[in-house]
């Protein structure tokens, strides 16, 4: 069993940033692809950004392309999300989630672990 644990959300201007961490117990992360999604209320899951536990590729959603940064420490068991030049439709509820498997992948129902999620609230 993995736990994971999101923190670093909270209420930020457009144009501001955050940095979302996900620390994992458990188990190792180290061979697990990790997975940042978000769901806004009244939406389906998204996937945001994806890091695989093999080559340490990424993969981002077009809509963050160029202002989130995810990452991982294997060291410390953490994931992070940093997220630039945010915007209101950033706002949402953010999970981390794992997947025992190399490649990364946009589906949630493809991801074994999800945090409990943290808000993220972007103000015009």
């Known amino acids: 069993q993995v736990q994971l644990v999101e923190s670093g959300g909270g209420l930020v201007q457009a144009g501001g940033s955050l940095s979302l961490s996900c620390a994992a117990s458990g188990r190792t992360l180290s061979t697990y692809t990790m997975g940042w999604f978000r769901q806004a209320p009244g939406k389906e899951r998204e996937f945001v950004a994806g890091i695989s536990w093999y080559d340490h590729s990424t993969y981002y959603t077009d809509s963050v392309k160029g202002r989130f940064t995810i990452s991982r420490d294997n060291a410390k068991n953490t994931v992070y999300l940093q997220m630039n030049s945010l915007k209101p439709e950033d706002t949402a509820v953010y999970y981390c989630?794992?997947?025992?498997?190399?490649?990364?992948?946009?589906?949630?129902?493809?991801?074994?672990?999800w945090g409990q999620g943290t808000q993220v609230t972007v103000s015009s």
């Open positions: 989630a794992a997947r025992a498997a190399a490649t990364i992948l946009t589906t949630p129902g493809r991801y074994d672990y």
